[in-house]
């Protein structure tokens, strides 16, 4: 089994942990051609891949008419290789081509194309019949706000119930922020050729992509890695990936205080329920030893839910909150501390008592809100030890407002913010992101919205604690562990979701599918 996790990772493994930026894309094909591969020779083979794929989606029955939408440069070419293979195949097909002012190899296949007799349009009326729609019209070669007619004719084509598959972007959706340029094609399917690129992990631009999937063409690593380097400093978190970071296999002569120890501080007496979410994600990861601090008139609650946790009551405020940690507590005995989760405001003082911690700090929920009132990045850089925060947009406003301006483009705003603060930060949402202060960069590529539910981000705080408290393979970086905690977390999602509905992934019944995703993959 062990040599499952140290197997090394086959070419499409590593293809599907890798993104691109369009400039970084320009310079990976760029190469290709200066080696020698015809431009010519290399969207023939990419858009025989994409016809093969799109006729197993969509297979000829008696009558199958298709629009294809072609633009003015390679991102045409491809759709109208495309449609010229469908024709043969006999696929009625119809060509939309609202620009005359053409690439020359885009031209070629044009010309081609109609001395094949298929039809060409400069409006898309005559589409609405279709059953099938093609999107050709620009990939990542936009660099400006669609205009004028076309637009309009995208606008009148997205209310319209065919399916629409894009080559390789939804057209007008910017390559890399996910961005809206004027108006988009809101695809049902997106095939992404060659290598993943950012859009698809911005929650921006997720609407218009639709199902997403990628169309491999077979290009060298080493043209990969001469252009983003080794380690990629922005990375897909895959199953392959998480493999080396999960706890799967034990010491065979370890004992429970080997195996980590993590002290959660979390819960008030409004909000008694994160606690137990907490601990629940928390004793899913197998951490060996799980303390929580709670305040004391919770004990008999949370005794009751984790018979397996050393529950530490702690004196409280008025308001029902955690007043401070005892002075048994030695946050010198932990692996991992996590904080937040239910504490309200109130908690302050047991919040700036943890900062003082030699070991990785998570900071979730109001714990992150006490940080903003104590001044989050001065706070942060007298960490002496790494620290994890794990805000939702709204928390992340609040943290680094000056980041924040860079919103909605998640990936520049919290890659910003660990710049500045030298922390971790994972920024939820339905595309998870985490950045390590510049270092590196990873996105959580799975997810689904049945994770949108009041304390499923308290089973990722325990979760995440108990994953980082235990001892992990040396060389995986923190942030990485940080990742494959939220990819199991998501993952976690996405098995409850299949089984149960989107509506039936409560907090608790998805602390019980954690579990489930390890079976998986031990099996
Ligand atoms: N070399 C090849 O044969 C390959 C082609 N690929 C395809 O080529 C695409 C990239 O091709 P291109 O670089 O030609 O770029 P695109 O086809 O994405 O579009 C760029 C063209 O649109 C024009 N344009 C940009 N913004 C516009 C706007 N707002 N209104 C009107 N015109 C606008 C540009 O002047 C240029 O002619 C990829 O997305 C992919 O589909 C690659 O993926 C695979 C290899
Ligand atoms: N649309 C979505 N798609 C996928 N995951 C989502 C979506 N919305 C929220 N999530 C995930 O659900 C969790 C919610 O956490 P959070 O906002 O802290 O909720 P709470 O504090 O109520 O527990 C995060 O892991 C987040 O990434
Ligand atoms: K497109």
Not at 66 to 91: C, I, M, S, T, W
Not at 147 to 160: C, D, Q, T, V
Not at 178 to 207: M, N, P, S
Request: with cysteine; proline share 5%.
């Amino acid at each position: 089994m062990n040599d499952k996790v140290n197997k090394p990772q086959n070419r499409r493994e590593q293809i599907d942990q890798i993104v691109v930026t369009a400039q970084q894309m320009r310079e990976i094909e760029g190469r290709i051609f200066k080696a020698g591969m015809p431009v010519a020779a290399l969207m023939e083979k990419v858009a025989l891949r994409i016809a093969a794929r799109i006729q197993s989606l969509y297979p000829l029955s008696n009558r199958m008419k298709v629009g294809v939408l072609v633009g003015p440069g390679h991102n045409g070419g491809d759709a109208l290789v495309v449609a010229r293979e469908l024709h043969f195949q006999g696929y009625e097909v119809l060509i939309y081509r609202p620009l005359s002012k053409i690439k020359e190899l885009t031209s070629y296949h044009s010309d081609y194309a109609a001395s094949l007799g298929i039809p060409f349009y400069d409006e898309i009326e005559p589409f609405q019949e279709c059953d099938l729609i093609i999107d050709g019209l620009f990939g990542f070669g936009l660099e400006r706000d669609i205009s004028g007619n076309i637009g309009n004719e995208i606008a009148l084509l997205n209310e319209w119930a065919q399916p629409i598959i894009s080559i390789d972007l939804p057209s007008g959706i910017h390559t890399d922020t996910g961005a809206v340029l004027g108006t988009a094609i809101r695809a049902t399917r997106t095939l992404c050729l060659g290598l993943w690129k950012l859009a698809f992990l911005q929650d921006r631009g997720l609407e218009y992509i639709g199902d997403a999937e990628l169309i491999d063409f077979d290009i060298p690593l080493t043209d990969i890695w001469a252009i983003l380097g080794k380690p990629v400093a922005i990375a897909r978190m895959t199953k392959a990936a998480a493999l080396n970071c999960l706890p799967l296999h034990r010491n065979l002569l370890t004992h429970k205080y080997k195996q980590g120890h993590l002290l959660l501080i979390c819960g008030s007496k409004r909000y008694s329920g994160a606690a137990i979410l907490s601990g629940l994600g928390a004793r899913a990861s197998g951490v060996g030893m799980l303390s929580i601090a709670i305040p004391e008139s919770l004990k008999p609650l949370l005794v009751n839910h984790l018979p397996d946790a050393l529950i530490i009551g702690c004196a409280e405020t008025p308001s029902g909150a955690i007043a401070d940690l005892p002075d048994t507590v030695d946050l010198s005995n932990y692996t991992a501390i996590a904080s937040g989760p239910g504490l309200t405001v109130d908690a302050k003082l047991v919040v700036q008592s943890v900062f003082g911690a030699e070991c990785p700090l998570i900071l979730d929920a109001d714990a992150l809100n006490i940080l903003a009132q104590l001044r989050t990045i001065p706070t942060l850089l007298r960490r002496r030890e790494a620290t994890v925060l794990t805000p939702h947009v709204g928390e992340f406003k609040r943290l680094f407002p000056d980041s924040a301006e860079l919103l909605p483009d998640r990936i520049s705003a919290v890659r910003k913010a660990s710049q500045l603060s030298k922390a971790i930060i994972l920024l939820k949402g339905a595309k998870t992101a985490i950045a390590d202060a510049g270092e590196s960069l990873w996105l959580i590529p799975e997810s689904t919205p049945a994770l949108a539910r009041g304390g499923s981000g308290d089973i990722l705080t325990g979760l995440m604690g108990g994953l980082i408290a235990q001892p992990i393979k040396q060389q995986e970086s923190l942030a990485k562990i940080v990742a494959t905690a939220a990819w199991w977390h998501a993952q976690a999602g996405i098995l409850a979701a299949k089984e149960r509905s989107e509506l039936g992934v409560d907090p608790l019944t998805l602390s019980q599918y954690l579990i489930r995703v390890l079976l998986a993959l031990l099996n």
